[in-house]
């Protein structure tokens, strides 16, 4: 019943395609790409005649999702769309290929009796090798077992067991050989059939198909009509990247805002006006559920105990390069018309799930897979300039730049470029900033500060009470400013974190103006260092823990 169905909806689709004109290539009017996919819209201008009318459309992605194809009509009543498949005008099939085919099948007949000829030698093969192996003499279940039996059904099966062996290997052989030639055979059968039924286009390659959305429209008169209809793909997709520009002498960073947009869909996007949105259909818009959350008892057992590393993470390495300035006198003089910036011709609209940006400007991106980079958005945000120094780890300083007000940007996670004074410093990654609203930028390594940090050997202590030991430290920094100005640094540093509190205790006893992160353990100074100046700041801490235990970490 269904396969009825079926044949009759195809001869129902294939008398409505004989009433319809000539396809019409339609063009492509906008895309609204995704973070994962793309949705084409098109919208054409068609005659109608009174009654019904069948327009087919070409110029679509091969990779056309069905399910998600609209369509919509102004001028007349829409009464269906589908998708349709054509390919290129077949050549007349005359029966050129019929001797070559008939040839291959007589050849294919053939290469089957040679691989049941193959199969029955292989079968005989492995019969007499299981009849060989399995005798009583062999296997040793004679009555009749001596010693010179024994030998000579040894040496007999050597004899008789390598040349089966021998003929096993030879007929395997056979069988590949023949294998391979059926399927060289097939190959060129499939081949023949095309080329008999017209199916290989000039260039010998197999004919690709042309994709097609019929639009069926019902008109009381005839007149004009615009048909529009829109359907999405998954093979294309944009991703977020960023420039941050940083000056010295300014106090903010220029965030220029990027989208790098690629697409493998088969079609190339001419002049289409592009559309970004922050959404991702691709993703499964299901609210989840919990389930059942049991609790029980859980039996413990005793482990041993891991030493554990407080070294932290080297701090990423950055180049900076100096740059020479260009004096106004050096430029060439001309005369320039205005110039627009381009964030100037993107339309940024919010709504409940998603931004998007209308981008005014016509682009063509290709079915390449290549990335094409477009500025959706350029914006000026405070930004102070500060030094940063770890000097447990480092005792070089950082130049940083803390920008404020990150959060107003309701920015994409992605890729990002720092310049600073015109050099480009290195890479960066943007995640999800919501949890804070100051975002800090590595600038570069300054020489000019120097940084140095030691442990005071009389201040370092280990005393021993009667059940407890207490270890006191004391940890010196120097900064020392060469520059001729005065700088603001923070500096970093930190205690050790108790894992077991109830046993080891840990105690900032003087951290001179620290703020100390209980947490983490982390020791924050801000220090305002005036030219060619050096100040020293230090910490002391103590460990108490029992006397009869071994603290790892310290």
């Known amino acids: 019943m269904k396969n009825q169905i079926k044949i009759l909806w195809i001869a129902l689709v294939w008398v409505q395609t004989l009433g319809a004109s000539k396809p019409i290539f339609s063009k492509l009017d906008r895309v609204m790409v995704y973070l994962s996919g793309a949705h084409l819209y098109y919208s054409e201008q068609v005659n109608l005649q009174a009654g019904n009318n069948v327009f087919v459309f070409e110029n679509i992605s091969g990779s056309i999702q069905e399910n998600t194809l609209q369509a919509s009509t102004k001028g007349g009543t829409l009464m269906e769309v589908n998708t349709l498949i054509r390919y290129k005008e077949k050549k007349s099939t005359v029966p050129l290929y019929t001797k070559a085919i008939a040839q291959i099948l007589d050849s294919l007949e053939e290469n089957g009796y040679d691989l049941m000829n193959v199969a029955n030698h292989l079968s005989a093969i492995e019969q007499e090798k299981k009849m060989l192996l399995n005798h009583p003499l062999i296997n040793g279940k004679s009555q009749r077992d001596s010693l010179p039996l024994l030998k000579s059904s040894m040496e007999f099966t050597r004899e008789k067991l390598s040349e089966i062996l021998t003929q096993e290997l030879k007929w395997k052989r056979l069988k590949d050989k023949y294998e391979k030639e059926k399927n060289r055979l097939n190959l060129r059968h499939e081949e023949l059939n095309l080329l008999q039924n017209g199916n290989f286009d000039d260039n ?229 900033q919501s949890n804070t609203d100051t975002l800090p930028l590595n600038l570069g390594r300054d020489k000019s500060l120097v940084v140095t940090r030691k442990k005071i050997k009389d201040k370092t202590k280990i005393k021993t009470l009667e059940n407890e030991k207490i270890e006191t430290r004391t940890i010196e920094i120097l900064v020392r400013n060469t520059k001729s100005q005065a700088i603001s640094i923070d500096i970093e540093d930190q205690i050790p974190v108790s894992q077991n509190p109830t046993e080891i205790k840990v105690t900032l006893l003087e951290g001179n103006g620290a703020k100390l992160d209980e947490i983490s353990g982390l020791l924050l100074w801000n220090l305002k260092i005036g030219s060619k100046e050096t100040k020293k700041i230090s910490f002391t801490y103590e460990v108490r823990y029992p006397k009869s235990k071994v603290v790892v970490g310290l």
Do not use: C
């Not at 048909?227 to 903010?252: C, G, R």
């Not at 609790?295 to 030493?307: P, Q, T």
């Open 204 to 432: 010998g390659l197999a004919a690709t198909p042309i994709h097609q959305v019929m639009v069926t429209v019902y008109a009381e008169q005839a007149g004009l009509a615009l048909v529009n209809f829109n359907y999405f793909i998954a093979n294309a997709s944009w991703v977020p990247n960023y420039d941050l520009i940083a000056n010295a002498n300014n106090n903010q960073i220029a965030v220029k805002y990027f989208a790098k947009i690629s697409q493998n869909s088969g079609l190339n996007w001419r002049s289409a006006n592009l559309s970004l949105s922050s959404s991702n259909p691709m993703e499964l818009n299901i609210k989840p559920s919990l389930a059942n959350w049991y609790v029980g008892f859980y039996e413990y057992h005793r482990i041993k105990n891991k030493a554990l590393s407080n070294a932290a993470l080297p701090l990423q390495k950055q180049n900076v390069r100096a740059t020479e300035d260009l004096k106004e006198s050096d430029m060439p003089v001309a005369t320039y018309a205005e110039q627009k910036s381009l964030s100037e011709y993107i339309q940024i609209s919010e709504n409940l799930l998603r931004t998007e940006y209308a981008i005014k400007l016509k682009y063509d991106i290709d079915s390449d897979g290549k990335s094409h980079k477009v500025m959706i958005k350029e914006q000026q945000i405070p930004m102070e300039l500060v030094f940063a120094a770890v000097p447990k780890i480092s005792n070089e300083s950082y130049l940083m730049g803390k920008i404020s007000g990150w959060e107003d940007l309701q920015i994409l996670p992605g890729a990002a470029r720092i310049y600073f004074d015109g050099a480009f410093v290195g890479e960066t990654y943007l995640g999800d």
